[in-house]
Nanobody, 116 residues
Framework: QVQLVESGGGLVQAGGSLRLSCAAS????????MGWFRQVEGQHRDLVAS???????DYADNVKGRFAVSRDSANNIVHLQMDSLKPVDAGVYYC??????????WGQGTQVTVSS
């Protein structure tokens, strides 16, 4: 089992920045990748950014150049630096851990609100 604890959400004005963090614990050696998904009420949970244990990153097209995902492997923490935030970036951000046997674990979610 993997446990994920998120932090760093909140309210920010458009153009501002936020940094989300996600700390993993438990059987962290089984994790292949970690990332962030965004969900708006009534819609699917969509990938924002992810990073593998080898450092390969993947981003949704609408955040490329504005968001950066990074990994502190020693402490099993993943960060999402979000710059130049737009109102459309708002939602609940969920941390995800994907294991080598294709199991997904989720954090509790953290709210990001961007005011125009």
């Amino acid at each position: 089992q993997v446990q994920l604890v998120e932090s760093g959400g909140g309210l920010v004005q458009a153009g501002g920045s936020l940094r989300l963090s996600c700390a993993a614990s438990g059987t962290v050696s089984t994790i292949y990748s970690m990332g962030w998904f965004r969900q708006v009420e009534g819609q699917h949970r969509d990938l924002v950014a992810s990073i593998t244990t080898s450092g390969y990153t993947d981003y949704a097209d609408n955040v490329k150049g504005r968001f950066a995902v990074s990994r502190d492997s020693a402490n099993n923490i993943v960060h999402l630096q979000m710059d130049s935030l737009k109102p459309v970036d708002a939602g609940v951000y969920y941390c995800n851990a994907h294991t080598w046997v294709h199991t997904n674990y989720w954090g509790q979610g953290t709210q990001v609100t961007v005011s125009s």
